[in-house]
């Protein structure tokens, strides 16, 4: 970089020249920071829609916005230089764990304990004594720094929301994931214990920006010729096609309703997670036998966190849209005195090796002792990947034994217990004619050295596996007390009906049912629907083999998932929610029929039965807006997999512990692999579309809904999501306009 002359360099002075409106300054960072998405770090990942920011705007308008907002095909260079020192610094306070020198001062926060050490870095202001000098004068306040910032630079009052919204877009990731740790992490949150603020992160860059380039008021020119020169008319075209042939195919099979729900008692419910993956399985169990299935978002309608009495790890296990109201522990079937011993035993000799492993000098030690061992594993792990996980798992239990767990429920008081169960059961249907067995399943699962192996978990547990709350909700309605207030408002379970909590591996088809005191006949039923559960496993191992491209014999479908879900170097264990495209809020009868390909979110839903339509509201509001960010997080990766999504898994790198980065300088990733939406490098997988909801209830029922919701009018307003209704007074089809009236389908 050439060499400021002294004219160029930045003054001296403390503050020079306050800002002459602090309104219209507080203003442009609030708005700014509004176009910004939250990104979730690796522990727990969610969807999310990267350019929420722009749900104000109709589809196609957000759409160029976020063209020339973030797909940066040719920012100034000096905009490059202060990317780069901006991700250094970043990476060294928000590091957990993976560094062996941390950064000193993080306890001050960002902007404090950056500025105490700024003045070492050399790259940053080059040995200028008027640099330095301006450096120490400045004041501590972000907000005063940033007034400081935009006088330096010249930026007009009424370009500042403009040139802040363009310090975080320019450098996206990083400012997502401060989106995230601001506004949507727990302030108490013990794995996060240093803190950033918004103000403090564009301060920051305002700093290195007055220090790197002067002349960076220019950038706001760049920006406007960025988005004069964008068009995306033709990437419009094609995603509304799209959706066009999707929807005449959706609902020339929804021409009326399958066969109505049997008055004879099923042999077994299971109530499923909404989630596209369960589509298949519940229909490979639907013809084993007697079955009826449900959908239901994994949490099951319980707002909590869950705690291991052993470990002593805790975690919210509900969507993000919530914040949990009670804390649930879960404990070992008998003492926990042994188990709690058998994991401080593990964890200790894992924080030995990392220690060793990561620390100067010692690696090269490590490797003389453990050279061939290392060697001999992984060898196994690279040519037998189920053989080295079964080793590894029998070691693991010699360690810290396994253990079953059981919710301890008391902290939830009986009428709160009793709305649970009440509004699980109302809201997709379930309040009569029980089957002897009932089983809530959760969903999660099992893959080798992949870094975003909480984005296949359950969306609705927060990116984590949906046993724990299936085993609560089971629990609860298990309960006699519960049952004596179930029965006073119409719902009566017979005392024979079993509710039981069972987990769905996504990646293996295995389901794993939790059971505990069985009678004789109970057993008996378990192990009848155990045997089901696993034909339902290979017939759909099977199916989604083919949709990885694999075509074998039956024989072979279930090895070759196992395999997918075990070998560390395989980069598409399974497909997740790829291919999304729809979401239907309904009985189960309108869609038993039809082969919707692992494609539909499926929301079990009566109409009837909700005469208020509360249900039907809490159900548009909330698992359906997570749908829609699953949704747009697939379109947006797919559509530009570099500028939305977390380019390719071979040549990522973990950063701080949190996050992903091509390379060791890259913008924070903050999207889906490249091989989560794509066949190969360049044969695209996913199909980019808006998300279409069909609800199977009256027209009357969904325009309140509407109204009274902001977000609703504007997702259906805007054009980001299509809703169709299936009146079932008529049996007509109607699609929603933008401006909220209803036309008639053919």
């Not at 220690?355 to 196994?380: A, Q, R």
């Not at 192996?453 to 046993?467: I, P, R, S």
Request: charged fraction near 20%.
């Amino acid at each position: 970089m050439k060499a400021t002359n002294q004219s160029e360099r930045p003054r001296v002075s403390a503050v020079a020249t306050p800002v002459n409106d602090s309104h219209s300054l507080k203003t442009a960072i609030t708005s700014s920071w509004a176009k910004i998405s939250p990104c979730w770090p690796l522990k727990n990942i969610i969807a999310v829609n990267p350019i929420s920011g722009f749900e104000d705007l109709f589809f196609e308008d957000a759409l160029q916005q976020a063209q020339a907002y973030f797909r940066q095909k040719n920012l100034p260079e000096a905009m490059y230089d202060i990317n780069r020192e901006s991700i250094k610094w970043l990476q060294a306070f928000f590091d957990h764990g993976q560094s062996t020198i941390q950064m000193p001062n993080r306890h001050h926060g960002f902007l404090k304990s950056a500025l105490k050490l700024i003045r070492f870095d050399d790259r940053i202001h080059q040995n200028d004594p008027q640099k330095i000098q301006w450096l120490q004068n400045l004041p501590h306040e972000a907000e005063t720094i940033i007034a400081e910032a935009f006088f330096h630079l010249g930026v007009p009052v009424k370009k500042y929301q403009q040139f802040l919204t363009l310090m975080l877009t320019t450098l996206p990731g990083w400012a997502a994931y401060i989106q995230y740790r601001t506004s949507w992490a727990d302030a108490d949150d013990v794995a996060n214990p240093y803190t950033i603020t918004q103000h403090e992160y564009l301060a920051f860059r305002l700093i290195l920006t007055c220090l790197l380039w002067p002349e960076a008021k220019t950038l706001i020119s760049w920006y406007r010729s960025a988005l004069e020169q964008t068009d995306i008319q033709e990437i419009y075209h094609q995603i509304t096609a799209r959706e066009k042939i999707y929807q005449n195919d959706l609902l020339g099979k929804i021409s009326q309703l399958s066969q109505p729900r049997s008055p004879n008692r099923p042999t077994a419910q299971l109530v499923f997670c909404i989630d596209v993956r369960s589509e298949p399985f519940r229909r490979a169990l639907e013809t084993q036998g007697n079955y009826e299935t449900y959908g239901f978002a994994g949490f099951f309608g319980l707002p909590v966190a869950i705690e291991n009495a052993v470990t002593g790890e805790s975690h919210a296990s509900c969507p993000v849209l919530l914040k949990p109201t009670q804390t649930i522990t879960e404990h070992p079937k008998c003492t926990h005195n042994s188990y709690q011993k058998g994991y401080l035993r593990f964890r200790m000799l894992k924080k030995l090796y990392q220690s060793v492993k990561y620390t100067f000098t010692t690696p090269f030690n490590l490797v003389e002792v453990m050279g061939i061992g290392n060697g001999v594993w992984m060898g196994l792990k690279s040519f037998l990947p189920i053989i080295a996980t079964k080793i590894q798992s029998i070691i693991k239990k010699f360690i810290a034994p396994s253990y079953e767990l059981i919710p301890d429920i008391q902290s939830i008081q009986l009428e709160q217990q009793v709305s649970y169960g009440a509004s699980a059961l109302k809201m997709i249907g379930l309040s009569e004619n029980f089957a002897p067995i009932v089983v809530f399943c959760g969903h999660s699962s099992t893959t080798q050295n992949n870094a975003y192996a909480t984005a296949l978990n359950c969306g609705a547990c927060g990116g984590h596996n949906g046993a724990p709350n299936a085993r609560i909700l089971a629990t609860i309605l298990n309960a006699k007390a519960v049952r004596r207030k179930l029965a006073e408002q119409g719902i009566i379970i017979p005392d024979d009906t079993l509710f039981v909590a069972a987990e769905h591996n996504t990646t293996t088809d295995e389901v794993e049912i939790f059971t505990t005191n069985l009678s004789a006949r109970q057993t008996k039923q378990i192990i009848a629907l155990k045997q089901d559960l696993q034909n339902s496993k290979v017939e759909n191992s099977l199916w989604r083999v083919c949709q990885m491209d694999k075509k074998l014999p039956k024989k072979q479908a279930n090895k070759a998932t196992a395999l997918r879900s075990q070998d560390w170097a395989q980069v598409r264990p399974e497909w997740g929610l790829a291919k999304n495209a729809a979401f239907i809020v309904a009985p189960r009868s309108l869609t038993k029929e039809i082969n919707l390909e692992g494609r539909v979110f499926l929301h079990s839903y009566e109409w009837q039965k909700d005469k208020e339509g509360s249900y039907l509201a809490t159900i548009l509001t909330a698992p359906m807006i997570v749908a829609q960010w699953i949704n747009s997080q697939y379109l947006f990766s797919t559509l530009d997999n570099v500028a939305f999504g977390s380019g390719s898994k071979v040549t990522k790198n973990i950063t701080g512990k949190i996050g992903i980065m091509q390379g060791n300088a890259s913008d924070l990733m903050h999207g889906l692999p490249l091989q989560s939406v794509y066949e190969s490098d360049i044969k695209v997988y996913h199909v980019s579309m808006r998300l279409t909801v069909l609800v199977y209830a009256p027209k009357t029922y969904i325009d309140p809904i509407i109204k009274q919701h902001t977000i609703l009018q504007k997702l259906f307003g805007n054009g980001w999501v299509h809703l169709i209704c299936f009146d079932p007074k008529d049996q007509q089809k109607f699609s929603l306009q933008r401006d909220f009236s209803w036309v008639k389908l053919k």
